[in-house]
């Protein structure tokens, strides 16, 4: 890698469908995993996914460098926070551990997690709105009922994307009702997908990850150089 190398472990994987194109992960043996985009670019500051897994007795092991090679494999720096007692706790450690070696965008750090995950995702940006430029849930309800509006003058601006699936139970599918109305009554920005299939890490939903997190980028007034392509 060009420039100054991370203070990282680097370990670098191939893609498994065709061993093309190469994906890069650094990690150490305290610290979070932590993906870098093809073509990385030190002087570039690159948007951050923070990957919040959901928890490990209900899905296999999370593998960021497969996520985000169907994410994008140019577009965004991104990291895991582990699963484990306190998960905002890790989402800091996280974010700390990737600024300290890398160029990111300080207003571009978005949350995506799967499901307890992405409950958590949504619940940590509402916390903290300002910290956050956006919170995605893939197949994790929104937290009702927890007050997550107390801030609604930054919470209003923060976008949020929820993944779900067709065949959600009765209980998703009314907590889902809930959570529109709740975002129509409060004039807050909440885009939902709902997909055929149950894999909340598809294809499909992954791409969809890509194109939500880079509409809003390419969306800001300040040029975002070459991180609009795919």
Do not use: K
């Not at 870098?36 to 897994?53: F, K, M």
């Not at 990111?104 to 619940?123: D, K, M, N, Q, S």
């Not at 923060?158 to 139970?169: G, V, Y």
């Amino acid at each position: 890698m060009p420039g100054q190398s991370p203070n990282f472990g680097i370990r670098s994987q191939r893609s498994p469908a065709t061993r093309r194109p190469r994906r890069h992960l650094l990690s150490a043996t305290s610290g979070p995993h932590v993906f870098i985009p093809q073509g990385h670019e030190p002087g570039y500051r690159y948007p951050l996914l923070v990957w919040l897994p959901d928890r490990p007795d209900t899905t296999p092991t999370f593998d960021l460098g497969r996520v985000m090679a169907s994410v994008s494999l140019r577009n965004f720096v991104a990291v895991e926070a582990a699963a484990g007692v306190d998960r905002e706790a890790a989402v800091w450690r996280a974010v700390d551990a990737v600024r300290r070696q890398l160029a990111i965008h300080p207003r571009r750090t978005y949350l995506v997690g799967v499901g307890a995950g992405g409950t958590e995702a949504f619940r940590i940006a509402c916390r903290h709105p300002n910290a956050f430029a956006g919170a995605a849930s893939l197949d994790g309800s929104f937290p009702l009922d927890e007050g997550s509006f107390g801030r609604l003058h930054e919470v209003r601006r923060l976008p949020m994307l929820l993944c779900s699936h067709r065949d959600a139970d009765p209980a998703t599918a009314r907590a889902l009702d809930r959570t529109l109305r709740l975002f129509h009554a409060a004039g807050s920005m909440l885009a939902v997908r709902i997909y055929p299939e149950r894999d909340p890490l598809s294809p499909a939903v992954l791409a969809d990850v890509n194109r939500w997190v880079m509409e809003d980028v390419c969306g800001a007034v300040e040029p975002i150089a070459s991180a609009c392509g795919r």
